[in-house]
C-alpha cells in the first residue's frame, strides 16, 4: 500500500523507448514537470504521448519534443510550441488532434475499462469521415491520414441523430502532477490541474504521479479527494517550491490619459 518512491529518477526508469504514455497538464497547469525532466535525462526516445498539448518550446512535454524524444501526439490543441508545428510540417511527427471533450472521455472511458463510446463531435467533418493529416512525407505529402469512424444514428428525445464512434484510450504509463496526495496514491488537484491530470491518471496501466505535498493515510479528508489511490502505482514527493511557469501572460491595457483611473 505504500506507493511513495525515493526519486523521479527511479519512479520512471523503467518506461522503455516506444512506451506509451497519458500526461496530465492544461496548458502549463499540472504538468508534471519533474518526471517528465526524469524521463528526458534517462534518453528514452520514440514515445507516443497522448495529452491535452505539448507545452511550450522550453517546458513540459515541450522539452521531450525538442529532444526528438517523442514519436506521436494525440492532443487537442498544440498553438504554442513552433518545435511542434515545425516537426509535424517536415514529417518528423505523427499527429492525432481528436476534440477536446472526446480526448477527455477517450482517457476517462479508458480508465474505466469502457471500450469505446459515440458522442455527436466530430460527426459531418473529417474527424468522422477521416483523411485529417496525421503525419507529412517530406515533399509535403500526406504519408497518414485518420480513417474514417464509424456513424450511426439514435433517437434521442424522438429525433434521429448521427453519433461518431469513438474508441477509448489506455497507455503503458500516465504521468501525473498533483496538489497533495498520501502514501496510499489518494489525490487531490487544484484548480485547472484537474482538468486532465485524473483522466490521464486512469488512463495509464501504471500511474506515476509528483506530488507537492505528501501526508500520512487517513489524514485528507475523504470528501476532498479527487482520485482515489486505486489508480496511482508510484508517488514521488517534489515539494512546493517545484517551478511552474505561465504559458502567456496577459495583463490589462493601461487606463486611457486624463480619465482619472489608476
Known amino acids: 500500500m505504500d506507493k511513495q518512491w525515493p526519486s523521479a529518477a527511479e519512479a520512471v526508469a523503467d518506461i522503455p523507448n516506444g512506451a506509451s504514455l497519458a500526461v496530465g497538464g492544461f496548458g502549463l497547469s499540472g504538468n508534471p514537470s519533474a518526471l517528465i525532466r526524469a524521463l528526458l535525462a534517462q534518453g528514452t526516445s520514440e514515445l507516443s504521448v497522448v495529452s491535452n498539448n505539448c507545452g511550450v518550446d522550453d517546458w513540459g512535454l515541450g522539452l521531450l519534443l525538442g529532444a526528438q524524444r517523442i514519436r506521436k501526439m494525440t492532443s487537442s490543441y498544440v498553438g504554442e510550441n513552433k518545435e511542434f508545428e515545425r516537426q509535424f510540417l517536415s514529417g518528423e511527427l505523427e499527429v492525432e488532434l481528436t476534440p477536446q471533450g472526446t480526448l477527455a472521455e477517450k482517457l476517462r472511458a479508458g480508465g474505466s475499462g469502457i471500450a469505446a463510446f459515440y458522442t455527436q463531435t466530430g460527426v459531418g467533418t473529417q474527424v468522422a469521415e477521416g483523411g485529417l493529416p496525421r503525419r507529412y512525407a517530406s515533399d509535403g505529402s500526406v504519408a497518414i491520414a485518420s ?19 469513438e474508441e477509448a484510450i489506455t497507455t503503458d504509463f500516465a504521468l501525473v502532477h498533483a496538489a497533495v496526495g498520501d502514501r496510499h496514491g489518494n489525490l487531490i488537484f487544484n ?4 482538468n486532465f491530470n485524473p483522466l490521464a491518471a486512469m488512463a495509464g496501466r501504471v500511474c506515476i504521479v509528483q506530488v507537492e505535498r505528501l501526508v500520512e493515510p487517513g489524514e485528507l479528508d475523504p470528501d476532498r479527494v479527487h482520485l482515489p489511490g486505486v489508480y496511482v502505482h508510484r508517488i514521488v514527493e517534489v515539494g512546493p517550491d517545484i517551478e511552474k511557469r505561465i504559458e502567456r501572460r496577459t495583463v490589462r491595457a493601461a487606463a486611457a490619459a486624463g480619465t482619472g483611473e489608476a
Not at 147 to 165: A, I, M, S, W
Not at 191 to 194: F, I, L
Request: charged share 35%.
Open 191 to 194: 484548480k485547472a490541474a484537474r
Open 147 to 165: 480513417p474514417v469512424k464509424e456513424v450511426r444514428t439514435f433517437e434521442v428525445n424522438g429525433v434521429p441523430r448521427e453519433f461518431v464512434l
